[in-house]
């Protein structure tokens, strides 16, 4: 692997950029490892990379049914954010946060996070109390949120409707400056390039059909589509999927899986400065540096594993998005998507080990997974290394379902996130 | 959209006049201070989450406002049976046929 930078990025220049080379190895599956990772998305490549640099475990493979990036890392609207209601919350995201400030250094590579803000619209006044009980929340866990007036909204937004009479008045907004967005690939493909580096084993189109354990329980590897591998430890780290993989170790989750839509507008010259995000009617929007708009949707209401969802689901966001930003009523979308999102009853995730030795699971991040991507991945491999979580992910449990401990994200905003 | 046939109407209406309900099939207890806090969490929280067929409930809310059980097959969306609440959970061996 080589080095990005300006004297490489010269010399490369000059001929042609023909030089790079390919960014991660294609391996064949060895015999054993002393850990396997399920599902090669941000959070599980974060995984093994954090697991190779921090914890010096380097006979890791990390497995993947389709190809790296390709599921919800790949699906997401990339919008990144702290500001959660609960202590536990605010340290975990808050943790993701900070290692996004200098993740592109960390990894050699440009995983352009910019740090636009987050705004959260208040439409009612339910919304503007439940914003300022954040605010406060947030002031005394160290995250950063301050209140804007509507004027003050429409200023660092200005394609933002404020009229009085808008079908959703905005009655003010919730403004996180060290929020943003960051381009979903290059976090994959940099964990996926760095880890690869270090020994890691990222074996594509390789999916798992069982999970093997030994009369004693704990487990022994996994039934794969490329034959059977060993291992002293598994990490589940597989998103929507993840119910149907902790069967296989007869671990039934407090899981649902639901699809969730995003969409994109045809390219157009820079006129949306950051990102907005509307709970109360459902619609996220921020602009792309290829110039469209990328739109977050709503989940169906029911379970499903179809990787699509129901069409009235955007026109409702639509609706909204063109009711919020007049500007945008003629726009063109260009694409849309779903991706499958595992829910958890208390809406906040599951970065835990589980009843079956060697065998732990990171999953529940329901629809606002990419933000954590760092955090979630840091916290989760020191989980596997020391096999005790980290005290960032200690409350994330599985065992707060049994003890009633939730993390009742749920409940403080009154929608999945 | 899905075209959803309410058992009670006896027609195919649109998705986006029912609402869907969860898992059926789960059995409240009548005293909840007798269950133990692992029985608790199977009943309240724990989810079959099937990739397969689902056994569920849906309400025919902007219509008759009945509830109703399905079973529909989570890849395909595909509603495979619908019937009336109180009737019995279909065998395993059904379930089975309608995948047929």
Known sequence: ?417 | MLLIHCPYCKQDRPELEFANAGESHIIRPKDMSDMSNAEFEKMFFIRDNPKGVSLERWRHIHGCGRFFNALRHTVSDKFLKVYKAGEPRPSESEIAELMK
């Not at chain 1, 919304?127 to 995250?143: E, F, P, T, Y």
């Open chain 1, 1 to 417: 692997m080589r080095n990005f930078n300006a004297l490489n990025l010269a010399r490369e220049a000059l001929r042609g950029h023909k030089g790079w080379g390919q960014q991660w190895r294609n391996p064949e599956p060895k015999k054993s490892y002393d850990v396997i990772i399920v599902g090669a998305g941000g959070h599980g490549l974060g995984t093994a990379y954090y697991l190779a640099k921090e914890h010096g475990i380097k006979n890791i493979a990390v497995l993947e049914k389709g190809w790296l990036g390709g599921g919800n890392t790949g699906r997401n609207t990339t919008i990144i954010r702290s500001n959660y209601l609960y202590d536990e919350s605010a340290g975990l995201y808050n943790h993701a946060v900070k290692l996004w400030e200098t993740l592109s250094q960390e990894l050699n590579y440009n995983v352009m996070f910019s740090q636009r803000g987050v705004m959260m619209l208040a439409h009612n006044v339910h919304d503007v109390q439940s914003a300022q009980r954040h605010i406060h929340a947030n002031r005394l866990n160290g995250v950063d949120n301050e209140w804007l007036t509507p004027q003050q909204a429409k200023d660092y937004c200005p394609p933002l409707n404020i009229s009085r009479d808008a079908r959703y008045p905005v009655m003010g907004a919730a403004l996180q400056r060290r929020g943003g967005v960051a381009r979903h690939d290059a976090v994959a493909w940099g964990y996926a390039r760095q880890a690869s580096a270090m020994g890691v084993d990222i074996i594509q189109n390789c999916e798992v059909t069982g999970i093997n354990r030994a009369p004693g329980g704990e487990v022994t590897g996994v039934e794969t589509t490329k034959g059977t591998i060993g291992a002293k430890q598994v990490g589940v780290v597989a998103a929507g999927h993840t119910s149907v993989l902790m069967e296989m170790a007869g671990v039934q989750m407090p899981l649902e899986s639901y699809p969730l839509q995003a969409l994109v507008s045809e390219p157009v010259k820079p006129v949306f400065p950051c990102v907005v995000m509307s709970n109360a009617v459902h619609a996220y929007i921020s602009q792309s540096d290829k110039g469209e708009l990328v739109i977050g949707a709503g989940t169906d209401s029911y379970l499903s594993y179809s990787q699509t969802g129901s069409m009235h689901i955007l026109q409702h966001t639509l609706d909204a998005i063109v009711e919020l930003y007049p500007m945008f009523n003629r726009m063109k979308m260009l694409r849309t998507w779903g991706g499958i999102v595992d829910v958890t009853p208390d809406r906040s995730p599951i970065l835990s080990k589980t009843p079956v030795k060697g065998l732990y699971v990171n999953c529940g991040w329901g629809t606002g997974g990419f933000k954590a991507t760092p955090g979630s991945a840091n916290v989760f491999a020191h989980t596997i290394a020391r096999d005790e979580p980290h005290k960032i992910n200690a409350g994330f449990n599985l065992d707060r379902f049994r003890n009633g401990r939730l993390i009742d994200e749920a409940a403080a905003a009154a929608v999945a996130h």
